[in-house]
């Protein structure tokens, strides 16, 4: 067994966080990840692209899974995305050094807050995380809204078409902030580069590296502190108390998902950011085969779907529906009759959408009705989802709202059956203590996006809070670690 002063499970959001505070802190750390690490090189070729897609596409898949190209046959590879098909949803997360950050649409967007105070607990104090944490998160990161020069040009027709019409029609809309680098992008648009987000590549991740993901933010100075080791291609596959700390198995794989070894852990200190499904997965089989039994009744429960919707519309003025990522602009129609909802225009590449049709995430409130159950014939997990649910369906019918006051185009799909932002499974505060500290284990933390208690991120998308809510749970954890 290997020792380690402190050992992170997976390095999205949560887990980047947590490796850099506990590295500055001089906590020797190990972080285990599942998937590859992805360079951006000169090259600009380290991911997939639409146009012809592989096994870099998806996570251990013969298939691709991304929305609107799924099915295609691919070379099985420890690719990029992976859909967790639920009972009721389909979840999408990002693999690899980095998790979601290098998948993502890059928006880091801060909830209002009277819809903060519907989604999370009272005793979350909004003002403190809007003067410390929400800002901590923004300026590691790097954030800027898109640049006027940027939105005019002929790619963002899609980004200015949203904000005209809502414009038109009285419902709010402006642009918000994204972890980019807008002079990337503007070499993408000048073609000095190849074109990749301009040309709504992102799901696959960017090859023109633009997005400040987090192996390039948090994760690089991380490891820059000499106290934070980052291990790819390690698939942890059970977590146990022994009395002394916590036991990690794990499988060493290669870049096909072989196994290579298997082999343990052990440490005092264990955070777990597997993800919202990941970390909800491992700790419920984790009770349910006893190797933590003490574990709460809420561990597995109050799981939300974020109040994700995949809108397609058609019958607009000239949208280029392929092309102008990343969102740059969103819609909010906060104050919706039917329920609260915004929106932001997704380009959907290679999907082979005519002119005038414009493919959208909208984004609502809760409910946390999603659970985790355990099935001891086939020893595994399974997330179920209450699709018909009317606090769900009401999150389309709000959608429909906004839609008829725009007065514009016409909707071709809805769809709330995929979600690209789990939320839940390990309520903060029910599940843990008020920061991330499990009850009944000491020395054991979760610290990613299955700590969101109410089921969304309150009409936003959630990476900022989650990012933000693990800094919070460092601040008041790292202490107790160093002070011993
Ligand atoms: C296509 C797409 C676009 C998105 N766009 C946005 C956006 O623009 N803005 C936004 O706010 N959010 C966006 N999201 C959501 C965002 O990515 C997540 O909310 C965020 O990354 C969650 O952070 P996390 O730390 O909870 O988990 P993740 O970022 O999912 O990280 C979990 C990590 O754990 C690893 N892992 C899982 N299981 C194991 C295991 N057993 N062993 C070892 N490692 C493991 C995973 O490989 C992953 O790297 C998007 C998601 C997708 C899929």
Excluded at 34 to 63: K, Q
Excluded at 265 to 278: C, E, I, K, Q
């Amino acid at each position: 067994m290997i020792e380690t002063e402190a050992l992170v499970v997976g390095s999205g959001f949560g887990g980047a966080v947590a490796a850099l505070r506990l590295g500055e802190a001089g906590v020797q750390t190990v972080v285990l990840e599942r998937g590859r690490r992805w360079p951006v090189t000169d090259a600009h070729d380290t991911f997939a692209t639409y146009g012809a897609p592989d096994g870099r596409a998806a996570w251990l898949s013969p298939v691709t899974v991304a929305p609107a190209q799924e099915g295609l046959p691919i070379d099985v590879y420890a690719g990029v995305l992976e859909r967790v098909k639920g009972n009721g949803v389909d979840v999408l997360t990002g693999v690899g050094v980095g998790g979601g950050s290098l998948v993502y649409n890059t928006v880091l967007y801060q909830p209002r807050r009277d819809l903060f105070a519907r989604a999370f607990p009272a005793w979350l104090d909004y003002d403190e995380l809007d003067d410390v944490w929400w800002p901590k998160v923004r300026e590691a990161v790097g954030v800027a809204e898109m640049p006027a020069d940027v939105l005019a040009h002929e790619h963002y027709r899609g980004q200015r078409v949203l904000l005209e019409e809502a414009g038109a029609a009285g419902i709010p809309a402006r642009l918000f902030e994204l972890g980019l680098d807008w002079d990337v992008i503007r070499a993408e648009l000048a073609g000095t580069i190849p074109p990749s987000l301009i040309a709504g590549e992102i799901w696959y991740g960017s090859n023109s590296g633009a997005k400040r993901s987090l192996d390039r933010t948090y994760l690089a100075r991380a490891e820059a502190t000499g106290h934070v080791e980052v291990l790819p291609l390690h698939v942890v596959t059970d977590v146990r108390e022994n009395g002394t700390g916590y036991v990690v198995a794990f499988n060493e794989i290669d870049d096909n998902g072989r196994v290579l070894a298997r082999r343990e852990f052990h440490t005092r200190h264990l955070f777990l950011a597997a993800g919202s499904v990941g970390t909800s997965k491992l700790l419920v089989r984790a009770r349910e085969t006893g190797a933590l039994p003490k574990l709460a009744e809420s561990v597995g429960t109050r799981w939300g779907a974020n109040g994700d919707l995949v809108i397609i519309r058609s019958g607009l003025p000239p949208t280029g529906p392929s092309e102008g990522g990343p969102a740059g602009a969103v819609l909010e129609d906060l104050d919706n009759p039917v329920a609260p909802i915004a929106m932001a225009a997704m380009p959907v590449p290679q999907a082979g959408m005519p002119e005038g049709f414009m493919g959208l995430i909208g984004m609502g409130l809760g409910p946390p009705k999603g659970t985790f159950g355990y099935d001891g014939r086939t020893d595994s997990v399974s997330l179920t989802w209450p699709s018909g649910d009317p606090e769900v369906t009401v999150i389309a019918d709000g959608a429909r709202s906004t839609f008829e006051r725009l007065g514009t185009g016409k909707v071709e799909a809805i769809d709330p059956g995929t979600t690209g932002h789990p939320c839940g499974g390990v309520p903060l505060g029910m599940a843990t203590d008020e920061y991330g500290r499990v009850n009944g284990y000491p020395g054991l933390y979760v610290v990613d996006g299955a700590l969101v208690p109410g089921g969304s991120a309150a009409c936003t998308n959630p990476a900022l809070t989650i990012g933000a809510l693990a800094e919070r749970a460092m601040a008041s954890i790292v202490p107790d670690i160093v002070e011993g």
